[in-house]
């Protein structure tokens, strides 16, 4: 459950919001020598001001695989090219795109959710097949399907929070 959690945290990083971050652009694969790599393994990525992402190659040569990797990409932002480094400026978001973005992340809250859920359900299977087995008695069974539940709910508050946050951070003007 600990890993659904990590796992929607990272994605929700990687939904832009007004400010300038590194996670915008850390999930891009770029064609390298036709090998699909990590952007961060290609090139140092900063956010020196608010709005602008600096993305600067080891190799200067991966410069228009990097740019090309961008402009492919779902963000929506145009890459200008000085051939040393790459600047990605941020635009001011708007009321509509911001809804968007609202509706994505409630999107992959859910989706967080279901996977929570979902290990919470593998895991009353395997104590059912234990006790089918006869390695544990009902009442053991009865009694760690409740704790997981607990565990369950605990979890979905946090992915819950996670994603308020997000809202919140996406609303912010």
Known sequence: MKKAVEALRRELVSIRTGRAAPGLVDHLLVDYYSTLTPLTQLASIT?????????Q??????????????????????????????????????????????????KKVEEGRVSVRNVRRDAVDHLKKQEKD????????H??????QKLTDKFIVEVDQLGEDKETELMEV
């Open 47 to 55: 956010a020196p001001e608010a709005r602008l992402i600096l993305i």
């Open 143 to 148: 009694r760690t399907q409740e704790k997981l």
């Open 57 to 106: 190659p080891w190799d200067r040569s991966s410069l228009q695989a990097i740019e090309k990797a961008i402009l492919k990409s779902d963000l929506g932002l145009n890459p200008s090219n000085d051939g040393q480094v790459i600047r990605l400026s941020l635009p001011q978001l708007t009321e509509e795109r911001r809804k968007d973005l609202v509706k994505v992340v409630h």
């Open 134 to 141: 006869k390695l544990i008695s009902a009442d053991d069974l």
